[in-house]
């Protein structure tokens, strides 16, 4: 089980996980690939479209994530549409922002209540939620 998933079950109460887009400029297809999970997203397929797009970062082009969104059955021509929202647009740019404004230089990043962990492990999760809901109780 991913390590996100084991911390959102061990602590269901008391975590919230919250997605930012950012899009690296390294990656030609990021940005496309953002706006198309976004996409998805307004058909109730974020998640698994944003898995299939990360097992295929390495041959991502429109034709790939054409693909992948057909496969999956989403409404296409929805989909093609509401890549090009500029809401969508905006909203991605708005969180490379934030994401620049708190320190993001790749990703993924992790931050707990604004605190970046740089260690990714259960135990690392579990000292830094433990010391956050501690901080809370005071």
Do not use: C
């Not at 830094?128 to 809901?133: D, K, V, Y």
């Amino acid at each position: 089980m991913p390590l996100l998933e084991q911390v959102l079950e061990k602590y269901p109460q008391q975590v919230k996980l919250v997605y930012k887009n950012y899009p690296l400029r390294s990656h030609s297809y990021s940005a496309p690939a953002a706006l198309a999970a976004l996409a998805a997203h307004r058909q109730g397929r974020f998640w698994e479209f944003h898995d299939r797009l990360f097992e295929n970062y390495r041959e991502l082009n429109d034709q790939k994530i054409r693909g992948i969104a057909a496969r999956m059955g989403l409404d296409l021509q929805s989909f093609e549409k509401d890549r090009l929202d500029p809401g969508l647009i905006a909203l991605v740019n708005r969180d490379i922002r934030e994401g620049a404004r708190a320190g993001v230089r790749g990703t993924p990043s992790i931050f707990v209540n604004g605190i970046k962990l740089n260690a990714r492990s259960m135990q690392a999760f579990d000292a830094s939620i433990r010391r956050e809901l501690a901080l809370a109780r005071k």
